[in-house]
Every structure is written in C-alpha cells, then in structure tokens.
C-alpha cells in the first residue's frame, strides 16, 4: 500500500489499494479537486458528494459548464487501458487481473499524462508518494509483460507501473532512461512500419522547421518500436483535443476543427491556428490516415490548471499505407481518406484548406528523405521481415508526395 512513511511504491503485495469504503478524493498533485462515491466493482463514480476545487477540474468534465458526473466518468475510464490494447488478454493474464481498471486501481490512478490520482478519504498518502515522475517502477517486469513472447515476471512489481494509463492500440511501455522517462512503442505485426514512420516524421517535421516529438527506433524483445521522450512532467499535464472539444461542447455534426482552434485562442495560446496547421502539414505529407482527436492536445500547467501551449507532434506512424497490402500501397494516393479530429473518410485534399503553404519552406533537400526512409525499412528487415516490394512502393511514394507538395508551393506564389 502507498503510505507516506515508506516513501514506496512497490509495497502493494497483492492487495488492491482500494478498500470497501466508497468515499474518494479525487487529487491534482496535493490539492483536493472533488469527493466522490467511487465503486470498485463497477470502476466508475456513483455521484460527487462535493466540488472542493473548481479551478481544477478536470477539462473536460463540464456540460454547459456545470461538472457532468457522465463526463467525468468518460475522462476516468480514458484513464485505462482500451480494451481493443493488442495482447491485452495476454497481458491481463501475466499480470493476474480481470480488469483494465484493476491496474489504476493498484496504482491511485496516477499517470505520466498528467498529475491526477485518487485516494480514500482519509488516508494519510501524499503525491510525492506515488509520483512516478520521483519513483522507480518495474519497467522491466511490465516490458516483458507486454512486448515479450514468453515472459517471467513478479506479477504483484510490474502492476505497479505508470501503464496502466497509456491509451492506443499498439503495445506500449514506459521506460526509465538516463534523460528521463520514455515510451517504447510498437507497430502492427505483419509490417511493423510505424516505429519508422514516427522516425520519418519527426525527421521530415524537423527539416521544416515543425515542433516535432523527437523519436528514434531500437528492438526491444525482437520487436521493432519506436521510442519518444515524455512531454509532460511534475509540473505539466497533457489535454488531449477530445477533452477540450468536450469542455466547450464542440458541435458533432460537422468537422470540429474550428471550434478547436477557438478555444486554444480563448485560452491564449499563441498562433493556434498555424501550430495546428503544422500538424496538418505534416499529415498531409506524409499521408496519416488517423489524427483522431486523443493524438493532438494541449500542454496545462498543473499548479494553476492554466493553458501553456499545444503539444509537440507525435503519433504519426500510421501513414504511407502502412496498413494496406504491398501492392495496395500507391493506390493510396487515389483513396484520398483519412481522419481529422470527429470526421472519417475525410478526403485527404480538403486538408490543403487548412495549411497556408506560403508560410514554409521545401528545399530541394526533403527529396533526399526518402531514401534515408527506405535504409531504415532495409536495416530492420531482419526484424520485421517487410518485402522489397513494399520498402519500395512506400519510399516511391514518400518521393511522390515530397514532390507534390513542393508543386503545390511553387504554384500557389
């Protein structure tokens, strides 16, 4: 159990930290947000007994500006793992639970996304206690659990890990690094492009002067993944763009991005709509059939709850036809579809509407990216086991549409 005198997070035997007692506190850092009736059974808050701290309400809780005990429940259940996870079962199983949420509930909910967490009412625990960002966890243990064909683990260690928050589809897992916490993150596994693809983009993204994520590739447990540092800290949470198109009740029948933009405005983020439009930019490049409204976000003070900037661009990897068949993959140019925020099959030209190319440069330098992109296909093919075929299908049309946005630059001046 979390307790404020052994300094631990790794004493948890294999209780769950959560009791019989219904009443909860829902915490952000060391400061007391609501309390609520939480069940255990049904993992999820039964009613809020009292506000204790508007400010920090979690953003996106609101409806019409009031706390929605609805919304509230949305953004705790975002706080586990999804249930379409690949190898969750698997997961589940190694570390002996039943439940996605059996792990937040080991864990006082806290996460590496922000600084929320949740406690009983009286017990006498502190968020120096069970910060991960101050505490070493069984990253190995966990690692294994998740990425590893056979593994041998402490089942009671590696529950008590920062993972048990991190949302996607792909195997994932924090690490702890000599410069910090990373995330090593793997890609579909009949391909395994993605990892290579977040590389490309934060390459592409950087020769364009674009706030990028910094991400490389390694093999961890003969997997390709990617790794990317983490974006947030003690002091900064991580808001995804689902959660602010809830806050301010965005209207769902028609493509979200304005009102998007409107509240980072209103919320004094500076030059919004082109830190947006880079995102864009670099989708549209590069094909990204999935920038879905929990891949884009903001950066939040977490002692104030005041907005500081939007995030860097990740999740990119799905792109240049990673999921289709080898011989599917130019064809991608004629599907033209992808999503954007709330809207599916969005036709990848209509993003031109939101990029103003007059405000990059594309030397003819970017050509030379392609073939940086299809040495690094080549390097991991023993890994992956990806065709020649298809390395060269997708380095023919990362070239085709490096040379069609340089076009479309030219002629719009």
Not at 126 to 142: I, L, M, N, R, T
Not at 214 to 238: G, Q
Request: charged residues 25%; proline residues 3%.
């Amino acid at each position: 159990m979390f307790v404020k005198q052994e300094r631990s997070i790794y004493n948890t035997g294999a209780m769950k930290l959560f009791g019989k007692k219904n009443c909860y506190v829902l915490m952000h850092k060391d400061i007391p947000v609501l309390k609520a009736d939480y069940s255990e059974v049904q993992h999820e808050f039964k009613d809020v007994m009292e506000i204790l701290n508007e400010t920090h309400l979690p953003i996106g809780c609101r409806k019409h500006g009031e706390l929605s005990l609805h919304r509230l429940n949305y953004w705790y259940i975002r706080r586990s793992i999804p249930g379409y996870r690949v190898g969750l079962s698997q997961l589940m199983s190694r570390l002996e639970v039943s439940h996605p949420m059996d792990l937040v509930e080991y864990t006082h909910a806290v996460s590496v996304s922000d600084t929320y967490w949740l406690k009983k009412e009286n017990e006498n625990v502190e968020w120096k206690d069970v910060s991960f960002f101050s505490h070493s966890f069984d990253q190995a243990g966990f690692g294994s659990a998740m990425f590893a064909s056979v593994a041998n683990i402490n089942p009671d260690r590696a529950r008590v890990t920062p993972n048990s928050n991190t949302a996607g589809f792909h195997r994932k897992a924090w690490f702890e690094r000599n410069d910090g916490l990373v995330l090593l993150k793997g890609g579909y596994p009949f391909h395994q492009m993605e990892p290579v693809n977040e590389w490309l983009a934060y390459t592409l993204g950087t020769q364009l002067h674009l706030n990028v994520l910094p991400y490389h590739t390694e093999v961890y447990e003969n997997a390709l993944v990617s790794v990317c540092p983490c974006m947030t800290d003690e002091n900064t949470d991580l808001v995804t763009a689902e959660m602010i198109l809830m806050d301010c009740d965005a209207p769902k029948d028609e493509l979200q991005l304005s009102s998007y933009i409107a509240q980072l405005d209103r919320h004094g983020i500076k030059d919004a709509r082109k830190k947006v439009s880079q995102q864009i930019l670099l989708d549209y490049i590069l094909m990204n059939t999935d920038r879905h409204a929990q891949n884009m976000g903001i950066l939040v003070d977490a002692d104030t709850n005041t907005w500081i900037d939007t995030t860097p661009i990740f999740d990119t990897g799905t792109c240049l036809g990673c999921l289709v068949e080898d011989n599917e993959i130019l064809s991608e140019v004629r599907q033209h579809e992808c999503t954007l925020l709330n809207r599916r099959h969005f036709d990848f030209d209509l993003l031109l509407n939101h990029i103003d190319l007059d405000d990059y440069e594309f030397p003819k330098s970017l050509l030379e990216i392609p073939r940086e992109y299809g040495n690094m296909l080549v390097r991991y093919q023993s890994v992956t086991g990806i065709t020649d075929e298809r390395i060269e299908n997708a380095y023919t049309l990362l070239y085709r549409q490096l040379l069609k946005i340089r076009k479309l630059a030219r002629n719009r001046k």
